[in-house]
Each structure stands twice: as structure tokens, then as C-alpha cells.
């Protein structure tokens, strides 16, 4: 095989993996917006199926109930992760693998397994019944994870001396991360916020044990697609995928914009 | 305040975090898994019976048995779709590669339900792809309705991701000059990736496999929705502890031996990584890490 074929080869496979990718995410948007669809061919253009999920009441607890743990899951994992990034990259201490390695353990642990381990630890140990909060307290174990590489691939491009050099002219720890390190790597931290949301908002394994009765998108969801799959299902996919492609696309941006680098 | 004060003090609410709310629950469903529930409640007695249960009931262990299957296939067929992505990502990527990098993973982050009910779109008995062959006048594919093919067709899709990331993650620290050396003292293209590139990206794609597999031998949602009546896992079985019949007890077993089953897949490709490095097939002369 030589250079050039074998080139062609690879993009041909990078088409086909966003055509994978993509495709079946493309399609269901396009069928949402369909009367018929089983077999939306040629198109017949209807609101229906949206205006339909709006009316429904449940999904609108749902979704509040969704953004809720999206949002605790976001602020204490992006809390964790920041902290912990800093301590590893600015003070290079001998504990710093070990402590990675338990902030990114989570990945290497089955989602269902921390879903039916913290379920079992709330219930038993602190006596505490399925709820919103104890449902962002196991999805925030595994965000953290997420956030923590976020935050640490962008931080590894600020320049630690600059906080040395506040604190040479007087300012405190707190001074200094609010005045230097925050405006400068606000963008990592924004990031893994929206990165660990999403994981959260969308998460079906680990909520689904932690909850108890209350639903989320995902739970609802689960139990429609229990009936086979419905209209209004499409709806919401389509309008999930949107919103997560449009906070994706600020992501991108974050991470382009990344933080000032002063060589 | 010395430096390490500070890091501790830094990482201590994140660890106290994980220690309690991941660590503790995991040691909890190890002690509860030597309980018994009945009627709903677990009782401490402390026995052997759900282990018993597990491993002398075929049924539990044909679900293991399938589960492994299924996750060694999809880690390859991942694998082996991965490894040239992410290689043209990061060579002739350029300025493009974040952006490429990032579209793969964008539809992890739409969650595991909404891209299984797209799939079960294309891929079911009344999904597109059937629908036009019946359409057509073709037969439809019945590997694509509900059975193994199409639960291990929606694992891929949804962690193909984790696998381009680990490998892109790994050659982006890798010199690609090292090829031009080895293409100049007279290796072929393909000599040149099982002697040079594999070899020094072995702990990435190790890395990658990994995160592949463990979720995928543990996946419950998939195969309930694409595995059709006889498609189901180990994680359904697992999941049913927890939801109809309430054997806690039992379930916390069967969660202690998925654990273990990971814990081993971990081993194994790790030591399959430290036997590449032993077995000679690094650059002669350079040093062993």
C-alpha cells in the first residue's frame, strides 16, 4: 500500500465513522419534523410532534428535575476538578498520581456500577431514599472524572510562574487566583462545567438507580421506548441533539480560545 | 505553608468527595453481597448462598459468558476502526484536529437512551434501512432486528468515541519523524507501524481498549432495547436484582463479579502491553521505559 492510497483510505474512514456517527442523529431530527415516521419519504413537513411534547406536563417536571442534577453535577465536578488540576500542576507533588488515579477511577468502573453501589450505600448506610440529590452526588462521582481531563489538558498551557510572580508582589493565595489564574483559565474551567453537565443531564445509568420516582428526560424517555419507540420521542431527541451540538459548538470555542499562553 | 500542605489541602475536598461517594459504595456492595435480602430488606447473615447462586446456576454464567463475548468483539472492531482515525486525525489533521477529535466524541455527551432509540430508527424491524429493502422488493436483513449484531452495532457507536480519544490522546506525544528514520533504513510502511508506531502507543491503545470494554461488559440498556427476547447480558440480568424481584444481595454479587471480571480484563491487557514490550518489539537500542 502506498502513501497516497492509503491516505485516501483513512479519509474515507473518517467519513464513514461521522457518517456512523451522525447519520442516525440526522435521520431522527429529520423524522421528527415528519407526519409519517415509519417511511417519511417524500417529505411531509409537520410541528405536530413538537407542539405535541410541549403540551405534555410530565416532560416539563422532567426537564427541570434533568437540569437540576445537570447543574449540581456541573458546579461540584468542576468544583473538584479545578482544585485538583491546580494542586497537580502547580505544586508537582509525590501524591499527585495517586490522587489522579482516584479522580479518574470512575472511568474504569462500569456506570451501572456506580449506579447500584451508591444506590445501595444511600439506602442502607445513610438511610437516605432515592432523590434529585442523591442522583447528582453519584453522577458528579463520574463527571469529575471528565472534568478533571478537560481542566487538566488546558491548564497544562498556563504558565504557573505568573501566580508566583502575584504572590512575589504581595498578593495572597485567594487575591491571586481571583485576580491572575481565574480571568486567565476561566475558559477550561466553563468547559468541563458544560461537558460534565451534559454527561448529568443525559445520564441514564447512574440516575436511573439514585432517583427513586422522581423522572428525568432520560428516565422518561426509557420508560416511551419500553412502548416502542413514539412520536414525541423523536421530538425530543431532536431537540436534545440540538442543544447539546449548540453548548458543543461554545465548547469548542473555550478550548480554542483556551487560556493565554506567555512563552 | 509548605507546598505540599497546600496540595493536600487542595485535593482533599475532591478526594474526601470520591472516597465517600464512590470508594465507601463500592466496599458496601462487597459486604452486601455476603447478606441475604428477604422480602424486600437486606439482612446481615452472613453466607456464601449468592456467590453459590451465581456460579453454580448456568444461567448467570451463559450471561457472563455472552457479555464477554460481546464486549472482546466490540473493543476490536473498535479498536481496528479507531487506530487509522485517530492517525489521520493527528498527522494531516493540522489546525482541523480539535475539531475533527471533538465530533467524534459530541454524540457521547447526548446520553446512552437517545442514541439507541436513533438507532433502533435505522436498525429495527421498521427502521430505514429494512423499510427501504421491503420497499424495494428486497428481503430485510434480519441480523439488524433486535439480535447480537445490532446490540453490538449500538455499542460501538456508542463507545467508539472513548477508543479514538485514548489513541489520539497517545500519538499526539508521538514523533513522527521516528517513521521517516524508519523508512529511510529500509522499512515498509506496515514494518514501520508494527515495529515503531504500535509499540510506542501501546499504553494508549491499552488505555483505550480498556475503556471500551469495562462499560460494554457491563451494558444493560443496549441490548434491552436492540438485543431483541434472546439478546439479553450480563447487565440485564444484574439490573433485574435491583428493579422487579429486589434481591439486593444477590445483585450486589453479581456486581462484585462484573467488578472482578473488569478488574481482570484490566490485568490481562495491561500484562498483553508489558509482554509487547518483553517480546523485543521496540526500537533496538532505545531505552526501556
Request: some cysteine.
Amino acid at each position: 500500500m502506498n502513501h497516497r492510497s492509503g491516505f485516501g483510505v483513512q479519509v474515507l474512514l473518517l467519513a464513514a465513522l461521522y457518517l456512523f456517527l451522525y447519520g442516525p442523529i440526522l435521520y431522527v431530527i429529520y423524522v421528527s419534523f415528519q407526519i409519517d415516521s415509519i417511511w417519511p419519504f417524500p417529505p411531509t413537513l409537520t410541528l405536530e410532534h413538537h407542539t405535541d411534547l410541549w403540551q405534555r406536563r410530565d416532560y416539563h417536571a422532567a426537564l427541570w428535575n434533568s437540569v437540576t442534577i445537570g447543574f449540581g453535577t456541573g458546579l461540584i465536578a468542576t468544583l473538584f476538578a479545578t482544585l485538583a488540576a491546580m494542586a497537580i500542576l502547580k505544586y508537582r507533588s509525590p501524591g499527585s498520581g495517586l490522587v489522579a488515579g482516584l479522580f479518574l477511577a470512575p472511568l474504569f468502573i462500569a456506570p451501572i456500577l456506580i449506579g447500584i453501589s451508591s444506590l445501595m450505600f444511600s439506602r442502607t448506610v445513610l438511610g437516605m431514599p432515592g432523590s434529585i440529590f442523591g442522583a447528582t452526588l453519584a453522577n458528579s462521582t463520574y463527571a469529575t472524572a471528565f472534568a478533571l481531563l478537560v481542566v487538566l489538558a488546558q491548564f497544562a498551557r498556563y504558565d504557573w510562574r505568573l501566580d508566583d510572580a502575584a504572590m512575589v508582589f504581595g498578593a495572597r493565595p485567594w487575591r491571586t487566583f481571583w485576580e491572575i489564574t481565574l480571568p486567565i483559565t476561566w475558559p477550561a474551567m466553563l468547559g468541563a462545567f458544560i461537558v460534565s453537565f451534559l454527561l448529568a443531564f443525559n445520564n441514564l445509568e447512574i440516575s436511573f438507580y439514585n432517583l427513586g420516582a422522581t423522572p428525568t428526560l432520560p428516565t422518561l424517555a426509557w420508560g416511551a421506548l419500553r412502548h416502542g419507540i413514539s412520536a414525541e420521542l423523536y421530538a425530543l431527541a431532536a431537540i436534545i441533539n440540538f442543544a447539546v451540538f449548540a453548548l458543543f459548538t461554545v465548547l469548542y470555542l473555550l478550548l480554542r480560545l483556551g487560556t493565554i499562553r506567555i512563552d | 505553608m509548605s507546598n505540599t500542605v497546600r496540595f493536600w489541602l487542595m485535593v482533599l475536598p475532591g478526594t474526601v468527595f470520591l472516597v465517600v461517594f464512590l470508594l465507601l459504595p463500592l466496599i458496601a456492595i462487597v459486604v452486601f453481597s455476603f447478606w441475604r435480602t428477604e422480602s424486600y430488606t437486606l439482612i446481615q447473615d452472613w453466607n456464601l448462598d449468592n456467590y453459590a447462586t451465581i456460579f453454580s446456576h448456568s444461567a448467570y454464567l451463559t450471561f457472563l459468558a455472552r457479555a464477554l463475548v460481546m464486549a472482546t468483539c466490540v473493543s476490536l472492531v473498535c479498536l481496528a476502526y479507531a487506530w487509522p482515525v485517530a492517525y489521520f486525525i493527528v498527522r494531516y489533521g493540522g489546525r482541523y484536529r480539535l475539531i475533527l477529535l471533538l465530533s467524534t466524541a459530541a454524540p457521547f455527551l447526548t446520553g446512552e437512551i437517545l442514541r439507541v432509540a436513533a438507532l433502533q430508527q435505522i436498525l429495527g424491524p421498521i427502521g430505514v434501512v429494512n423499510m427501504a429493502l421491503t420497499r424495494f422488493g428486497f428481503d430485510p436483513i434480519e441480523a439488524l432486528m433486535y439480535s447480537n449484531m445490532a446490540t453490538g452495532t449500538g455499542l460501538v457507536y456508542l463507545w467508539l468515541p472513548f477508543m479514538v480519544l485514548a489513541i489520539y490522546l497517545s500519538l499526539l506525544n508521538f514523533d513522527f519523524a521516528l517513521l521517516d528514520v524508519a523508512k529511510i533504513t529500509g522499512a515498509g510502511p506496515l514494518r514501520a507501524f508494527v515495529e515503531v508506531t504500535l509499540p510506542l502507543n501501546r499504553a494508549g491503545t491499552a488505555i483505550g481498549i480498556v475503556l471500551v470494554f469495562i462499560p460494554t461488559l457491563a451494558s444493560a440498556t443496549t441490548s434491552q432495547f436492540l438485543g431483541g427476547p434472546d439478546g439479553a447480558l450480563y447487565g440485564n440480568i444484574l439490573a433485574r436484582q435491583f428493579g422487579s424481584t429486589g434481591t439486593w444481595a444477590l445483585g450486589s454479587a453479581m456486581g462484585v463479579v462484573l467488578f472482578l471480571a473488569s478488574a481482570l480484563a484490566l490485568v490481562i491487557v495491561w500484562r498483553a502491553v508489558g509482554d509487547l514490550r518483553r517480546s523485543g518489539i521496540v526500537i533496538k537500542g532505545a531505552p526501556k521505559p
